[in-house]
């Protein structure tokens, strides 16, 4: 959840809702700030897909999430089925249903549900979001936060990636939950961009930018994993729009501007080092022991050698796409 200096807690929820939860909730039994927990988790799981490039699905598309039932009973007590319950009759989430029987969905393998805020809650005339933030006070739902907190390190902790995760990753890890956004500056490159963007699935991603900015500088979403493929790190900041890292910082550090170092075509240009230079393998990459014999034979040809300086000279790819252009089959 979100702190300010005075220690307020705040939830995201929907900027549409412009009704009294309090006084619609009197006499129900139902707490408001509960309910809040669920607009702020249906929020933070929409968003952690949003930023997740491998997420993107027609559930995702058509703004489902799906949340565990352990989850919603942390944050809504055992007795979370009345509160989804109340908020569907109320017309404040929605709920997936089979087209046949009306019976909820639920996501295979598992006992989440899955849901989604109604569209027109999240709109508001004249503002680019669609989510505001507003004060939890109860002790009890304050308490169920952190429960949750814990319980989705605890699953992290015990995903099959997590052995995988080296010092240098907790190094980065820890200095990308140290990254902020300047969210003024932010919130108007993305306005323009919003306005010059003609394709609604780009436009709705730059609109999601603005709340995962929101949400990294609150602290919100601060997970990460580990690929089995490279022990490649992936985290909020390395998901976002590149053009976004013109407005980070570091927190307190507001006025201080951060230099972009960025090595063109890496991962080419140290392939194309080791076929140029095999001798690096007896020192630093003893794991290609078996291909030095044939590298050390081929690594003078002129092919290898070409090769070789245009990763020196970073335009690999532009080399290689002008190369092999596809064949235009209509051309006469």
Known sequence: MMKDDNKTVYAYVPIG???DLEEMLVGT??????????????FLSRIQLANNKNSQSYLYDEGWVAIDSRILKKLLTK???RYLDWAEEHSLIERRRDNMTGGI???AGAYSQQMRIPNKLLHKHGSLKHFTKTPITKHKALKAVQSVKDEYKKRRESSKWYHLVTDTHRTIINMSNLMRFRMSEAENY???????????ERKARLHNYIHILDAINDGHLDYFTVDTFGNRLHTPITGL???LRNFMYFEGHENEQLVHLDIRNSQVYLL???MAHPEVIETILPEFSLC???LVANAKQDDVTAFYKKCCDGDIYEFMSDKFKPLDIHAS
Do not use: A, V
């Open 190 to 200: 993305l306005k323009d961009e919003i306005k010059l963007e003609g394709n609604p």
């Open 272 to 274: 194309s080092s080791i």
């Open 105 to 107: 969905r639920f996501t």
């Open 241 to 243: 729009y590149s053009k």
């Open 79 to 81: 007795n979370y089925c």
């Open 17 to 19: 809702i412009e009704l």
């Open 292 to 294: 030095k014999e044939l």
């Open 29 to 42: 039994g139902l707490c408001p700030d509960r309910l809040k927990l669920l607009f702020h988790q249906l």
